[in-house]
């Protein structure tokens, strides 16, 4: 099976810079991605790690580790809204299933 | 179409009643999840189908929970004998390789 462990919930102050962790143990790895959810909405696709190092889409990075099966989510220059939930999730094969860690909520404060 | 689309957005139905929940993926795409996600919760797995193989059903909690999926169509998730427990949103999302998108979901309440 898999799991993922991530923290439950991280405050920070508009500007700052929050790293949010996720350890993940599976059987059979093909890559971490990250997924951004709003209250009430659906959650929706920030970044994909195939491969290890550091992967930058504008203010947002994610980094993985195979060997040390980890990777983070890097939010810089935060901004009120990125108040959201925080997924880490794993795959198996491409196109295969997705598993989901338990989701860091990050509140950011003015 | 232009996204993932789940119906009915809202559902109120009594313990003990079936529901069918629909989902829409997007066209082309090969892989279709069902995901269940509690009040403040993460994402439960639920099923997972990928093109014509054998659908991978170990995340349905009981056997009240069935989902069917035609071709790379549409896809239904019904629930049998509904309890208090099944309270929740029921996401969708389909995806052709390594990018899932997310219907908006359906909130399924059970009084």
């Known amino acids: 099976g898999q799991s993922l462990e991530q923290p439950s919930e991280v405050t920070a102050v508009e500007g700052a810079i929050v790293q949010i962790n996720c350890t993940y143990q599976?059987?059979?790895?093909?890559?971490l991605s990250w997924y951004q959810q709003h209250d009430g909405g659906a959650p929706t696709f920030l970044s994909y790690?195939?491969?290890?190092g550091l992967e930058e889409t504008g203010r947002f990075s994610s980094f993985l580790s195979r060997s040390d099966s980890y990777g983070y989510l890097l939010l810089q220059e935060l901004q009120m809204k990125d108040s959201a939930s925080y997924f880490c999730?794993?795959?198996?094969?491409?196109?295969?299933?997705?598993?989901f860690g338990g989701g860091t909520r990050v509140l950011v404060k003015p | 179409g232009a996204g993932v689309s789940q119906s009915p957005s809202n559902k109120v139905t009594e313990k003990g009643k079936d529901v069918e929940l629909r989902c829409d993926p997007i066209?082309?795409?090969?892989?279709l999840y069902w995901y269940r996600q509690r009040l403040g919760q993460g994402l439960e797995f639920l099923i997972y189908?990928?093109?014509?193989?054998?659908?991978?059903k170990s995340g349905l909690p009981s056997d009240r929970f069935s989902a069917e999926r035609t071709g790379e169509s549409v896809s239904t998730l019904t629930i049998q004998r509904t309890q208090q427990e099944d309270s929740a949103v029921y996401l969708c999302?389909?995806?052709?390789?390594?990018?899932?998108?997310f219907g908006q979901g359906t909130r399924l309440t059970v009084v």
């Open positions: 599976t059987s059979g790895f093909y890559g």
């Open positions: 189908f990928q093109g014509n193989s054998a659908p991978d």
């Open positions: 999730a794993v795959s198996q094969a491409a196109g295969n299933k997705l598993t």
């Open positions: 790690n195939g491969l290890d």
């Open positions: 999302a389909s995806s052709l390789e390594l990018k899932a998108f």
């Open positions: 066209s082309g795409h090969t892989a």
